[in-house]
Nanobody
Framework: QVQLVESGGGLVQAGDSLRPSCAASGLTFGSYAMAWFRQAPGKEREFVAAINWSGRNTYYADSVKGRFTISRDNAKNTVYLQLNNLKPEDTAVYYC?????????????????????WGQGTQVTVSS
């Protein structure tokens, strides 16, 4: 079966960096678009970043542009999220998601319904 396993979260101070990763198995990784979402306590899950199957196209939420970078290594079946200049408001559980990108992916990359498979999440906590 398909598995997405996140790792690399942690407790850091404001201004620090982290690099969560998501290892995928049970699917043809290079054919799937990948994304990261996050959910803070008491809030709805929100889109963070996405990357198309080749890695050529990336997309970001306005709140993380210039600080976060999504990348993928199709040879390792892994997607990464480089988190720089972290802020307390970035504190959340970060989820990895995979989906067979539709033809309108440029307009649907930020919707959680676009993604078929989800990981269990990794906690990122940023102290001030």
């Amino acid at each position: 079966q398909v598995q997405l396993v996140e790792s690399g979260g942690g407790l850091v101070q404001a201004g620090d960096s982290l690099r969560p990763s998501c290892a995928a198995s049970g699917l043809t990784f290079g054919s799937y678009a990948m994304a990261w979402f996050r959910q803070a306590p008491g809030k709805e899950r929100e889109f963070v970043a996405a990357i198309n199957w080749s890695g050529r196209n990336t997309y970001y939420a306005d709140s993380v542009k210039g600080r976060f970078t999504i990348s993928r290594d199709n040879a390792k079946n892994t997607v990464y999220l480089q988190l720089n200049n972290l802020k307390p408001e970035d504190t959340a559980v970060y989820y990895c998601a995979a989906g067979p990108a539709p033809s309108d992916y440029d307009r649907t990359y930020n919707y959680d319904r676009t993604y078929k498979y989800w990981g269990q999440g990794t906690q990122v906590t940023v102290s001030s």
